[in-house]
């Protein structure tokens, strides 16, 4: 256990012994994860890597209270998670904004629906100047680029000052150039809000380049295989000799380093 956890105020977020399986359509039974404990740190960005079907996502969703463990609990901040909740904001991989809202609107639905948002209105604006949006108030999802959208699904959640903000691949589907821009305005928001991030994906790099610790995951079922202190300094250059080297090492846990692939990103 890191030094750090050792100190029980420090931790956000206890997951213990979380097991998860369900049936499929034939009716095989599926064991997603296997043995689960986690403990998450108030305030850090960690990153969820593995292979595709480990429980990456079905992890994420545990926590954010959408599915429930078959065994074992997830304690956020002292009480124990049995559903959704505002403290949780969740970053689907494709947005999920509503089509028939603006982008103002998208972002209120969360203070509309607790019956705060008059009080609370001049933060969306906050929040659009925040994500770089401002100018695009008015306009609906169809009117903007992928990259844009997934800025607007990042402040509908943010907005509501969840404790901890889970992101499920929500760069996945960008460019490389967009990609990147997302990433940097995440490292913005996490370093003024403070908000506790949880981010699942499948870019070695990206996680090297946001998260404070990365959890590697086996394939199905899934177990924690290790935990990685990332302790570079930001801003982080992904062809550095440190970067490259976590990346490597990373690989290699993830059986994937024979190929010996190039780094996706170069500045």
Not at 50 to 70: N, V
Request: aromatic residues 6%; neutral net charge.
């Amino acid at each position: 256990m890191s030094k750090n956890l050792s100190v029980i105020s420090d931790v956000i977020l206890h997951i213990e012994n979380v097991n998860y399986t369900y049936y499929d359509d034939a009716g095989s039974h599926v064991e997603v994860l296997r043995d689960i404990n986690l403990s998450v740190r108030r305030g850090e960005f960690l990153s969820i890597i593995g292979s595709s079907g480990c429980g990456k996502t079905t992890l994420l969703r545990l926590i954010a209270g959408l599915d429930k463990p078959e065994t074992g609990t997830l304690i956020l901040n002292g009480e124990q998670i049995f559903g959704p909740d505002p403290q949780r904001g969740y970053v689907f991989q494709n947005g999920g904004l509503f089509q028939w809202l603006t982008v103002e609107k998208n972002i209120a639905t969360g203070l509309k629906a607790r019956h705060v948002y008059k009080e609370n209105k001049d933060r969306v604006a906050h929040y659009i100047d925040l994500i770089g949006l401002k100018g695009f108030e008015k306009s609906y999802p169809h009117q903007l680029s992928g990259g844009m959208a997934q800025r607007v699904a990042i402040a509908r959640a943010l907005i509501n000052n969840p404790k901890v903000l889970l992101l499920d691949e929500p760069m996945s589907a960008l460019d490389s150039f967009t990609r990147s821009d997302i990433q940097d305005k995440l490292l913005e928001l996490h370093k003024e809000n403070k908000t506790t991030m949880i981010l699942v994906t499948h870019d070695v790099d990206e996680a090297i380049y946001l998260s404070d610790r990365i959890v590697v995951m086996t394939p199905r079922p899934g177990k924690i295989n290790e935990i990685m202190e990332i302790n570079l300094p930001h801003p982080r250059h992904r062809g550095g000799t440190e970067f490259l080297s976590l990346r490597r090492s990373i690989l290699e846990k993830l059986h994937l380093a024979s190929a010996l692939p190039q780094p996706e990103y170069t500045i």
